[in-house]
């Protein structure tokens, strides 16, 4: 996802809807010595992607997140 610092966007199929009416993880994998972060969920009826603001903001978190789970 352009602007976050390396966040992925994964769709994920509900069960009786197409990719369309399922939903949207927000994750972060840094490297295979770390957990991969689930960030957010929601369905894409709610939204569609996440705001300016909203990827701002995990742009500025994940580097605070790998260097705690780093020590």
Same mark, same amino acid.
């Given at each position: 996802?352009?602007e976050t $610092?390396g !966040? #992925?966007?994964?769709?994920w199929?509900?069960?009786? =809807?197409?990719?369309? $009416?399922? !939903? #949207?993880?927000i ?5 295979? =010595?770390?957990?991969i ?6 369905a ?15 742009k500025r ?11």
């Open positions: 996802m352009p $610092g !966040v #992925r966007k994964m769709r199929r509900r069960q009786g =809807t197409g990719k369309c $009416g399922g !939903v #949207r993880v994750y972060y994998l840094y490297n295979e =010595t770390l957990p972060f689930m960030l957010n969920v929601f894409k009826s709610a939204k569609a992607n996440l705001s300016k603001a909203e990827s701002k903001e995990l978190l994940i580097p605070i997140l790998v260097e705690r789970y780093q020590r």
